[in-house]
């Protein structure tokens, strides 16, 4: 009888815990198959909006709107005659012969602020204690200068109109072949410049270029086309070690080809200028 009781209780324990399985096995089918309450996704970080290179300019400031560039000036300056800076810039347009750099400038429309000094614009705040490309002058004591995008460039308004042989032209020269490598060239052209500024940065004592070209791909191409256009004074024959237009063509040739490839004549910037802003300019200079 005994016995008999021991095996209906261990039988009965064998049958709840059966059942308590199963009831667990059926839970949990079930709990697969029921449609899952929707949680919404966590949001993504928003990427950083890409650099804009439009141009925030101020409504106190009157623009000359050019096909490839522009200038702005205070309203209350708008009269100011910059007819010897637009024919030096406009020059330089068009002595550009590659279709490339005119259309990126022509879409880009870079800008130029046009005033007696930096300290004008409030732009260039965030240049007061910025250095210039050697680190010897403060960019706001600088007469001009070209700067990344999306700030615009600067030229002071204090210049003669007859400033043939002077520093003047070589400064604006100098500056806006800044902006056209910076607006004006795309990849491809960046990249065969860049190889022959690394080709040639390591020897540049054995070619006379001035050590000032050499500190970035940026100095070296304005210099060459203060050089290219016979705009310099401080690069010449007599210079030391200065360099002039036929040593560029003998010396480094492939860097001259570069800057013949993409402008029409060497020349064109310095005898447009002088005759349309110095007609009676005596300077041997200018011949």
């Given amino acids: 009888m005994n016995t008999i009781i021991i095996l209906g209780i261990i039988g009965g324990v064998f ?13 949990k089918t079930q709990n697969k198959f029921q449609p899952k309450e929707d949680i919404p996704p966590v949001p993504e970080p928003s990427p950083s909006p890409p650099p804009t290179k439009k141009y925030n300019i101020s409504p106190d400031y009157h623009i000359i709107d050019k096909e490839y560039y522009r200038l702005g000036v205070l309203e209350n300056k708008k009269d100011q005659d910059l007819t010897h800076i637009r024919n030096i810039l406009d020059s330089l347009i068009q002595s550009i012969k590659s279709e ?11 800008i130029y602020l046009i ?7 409030k732009e260039f705040d965030w240049l007061k204690d910025v250095r210039s490309t050697d680190g010897n002058r403060n960019i706001m004591d600088l007469t ?18 007859c400033y043939c042989g002077y520093l003047d032209e070589d400064i604006i020269v100098h500056e806006f072949l800044h902006t056209i490598q910076l ?25 006379s270029i001035t050590s000032y070209a050499f ?3 940026r100095e070296l191409f304005s210099e060459l086309g203060q050089v290219y256009f016979g705009v310099t004074t401080r690069m ?13 063509k003998t010396k480094l040739p492939k860097l001259y080809s570069f800057m013949d490839n993409i402008f029409k004549s060497e020349n064109s910037v310095r005898q447009k200028s002088c005759a349309q802003n110095c007609p009676n300019c005596n300077f041997s200079y200018c011949k």
């Avoid at 490339?100 to 870079?110: A, D, G, R, V, Y």
């Avoid at 960046?190 to 040639?200: D, G, H, P, T, V």
């Fill in 144 to 161: 001009a200068f070209a700067t990344n995008l999306p700030t615009p460039g600067y030229i002071s308004s204090k210049y003669n109109n």
């Fill in 215 to 217: 500190l970035n791909d």
């Fill in 115 to 121: 005033g007696e000094t930096p300290l004008d614009f």
């Fill in 183 to 207: 607006s004006g060239f795309d990849n491809l052209i960046q990249e065969e410049f860049m190889k022959l500024y690394n080709e040639y940065k390591v020897i540049n004592n054995d070619y």
């Fill in 15 to 27: 049958i709840l815990v059966c059942i308590i399985i199963l009831i667990v096995i059926i839970s």
């Fill in 100 to 110: 490339t750099i005119k259309q990126n400038l022509k879409k880009e429309k870079p």
């Fill in 236 to 248: 010449d024959e007599a210079s030391t070690g200065g360099i002039n237009l036929n040593l560029l």
